[in-house]
């Protein structure tokens, strides 16, 4: 990953973040997520975001919890910045938000405009901003694993461009973009090192291509 020259330095992170809590949406470092904003709340969120620092946290909200008015919250996130957004004529803001660095949430502040806001703490994920060189074990058998859980659960993936990246940008991306459940997505975000979260990914690829074989092998 190349790293954004708008993205704030480590040391220039903030204290407090306002939060995106929606569950199965996650952002990693140097991964794009697009987004669809039109509650009124989050709007808000959004243009306070635009006039400041143009920082936003995903956190996800925790499984028993996700359909409560204010659901608990997971206490790892990643923060992302805006990095282009449209308004759109009836009223929405569609956006993409670029992972900037993982968080620790401390604590849960005052709510502004209807939307939340946490203290945050970084120290634990400043591997992220230098993570580029690091390495999974086995790339080889990691990608016949994804190849394997690609064809089980019929989900495309341009090959090409991912056998052109390096394995912490491939291991973010999937991480955000596979069709995992919330609480693998959750399990992902909070492993630190590249080839730990590689590992996990893999076990996760491989019981989901079992349990598929399983299903189908019923089916007949």
Not at 49 to 63: D, E, K, R, W, Y
Not at 189 to 203: D, F, K, P, Y
Request: a negative charge; one cysteine or more; proline letters at 6%.
């Amino acid at each position: 990953m190349t790293r954004n020259p708008f993205f704030p330095t480590f040391s220039d992170l903030p204290d407090e973040l306002a939060i995106f809590p929606l569950p199965g949406a996650v952002v990693m470092p140097g991964v794009q997520l697009p987004l669809n904003i039109f509650e009124p709340r989050y709007l808000s969120m959004v243009g306070d975001a635009l006039a400041s620092t143009h920082l936003i946290g995903m956190v996800q909200p925790t499984s028993e919890t996700a359909m409560d008015a204010v659901p608990e919250i997971h206490r790892v996130g990643c923060v992302g910045r805006i990095t282009s957004y449209s308004e759109t004529s009836d009223g929405r803001i569609v956006l993409v938000l670029s992972g900037v660095c993982r968080f620790q949430v401390c604590e849960e502040l005052e709510g502004y405009k209807g939307y939340r806001r946490v203290s945050v703490d970084w120290e634990r994920f400043a591997v992220d901003y230098h993570a580029e060189g690091e390495a999974m074990a086995d790339r080889a058998g990691f990608l016949t694993s994804l190849r394997a859980y690609c064809k089980l659960n019929s989900v495309e993936i341009p090959w090409d461009d991912l056998d052109k990246m390096n394995d912490t940008d491939l291991v973010n991306l999937l991480c955000a973009h596979l069709p995992l459940s919330p609480e693998d997505k959750q399990a992902l975000v909070e492993t630190l090192s590249t080839g730990e979260r590689a590992a996990l990914m893999r076990g996760l690829l491989d019981m989901a291509s079992v349990s598929s074989m399983r299903v189908a092998e019923h089916r007949h």
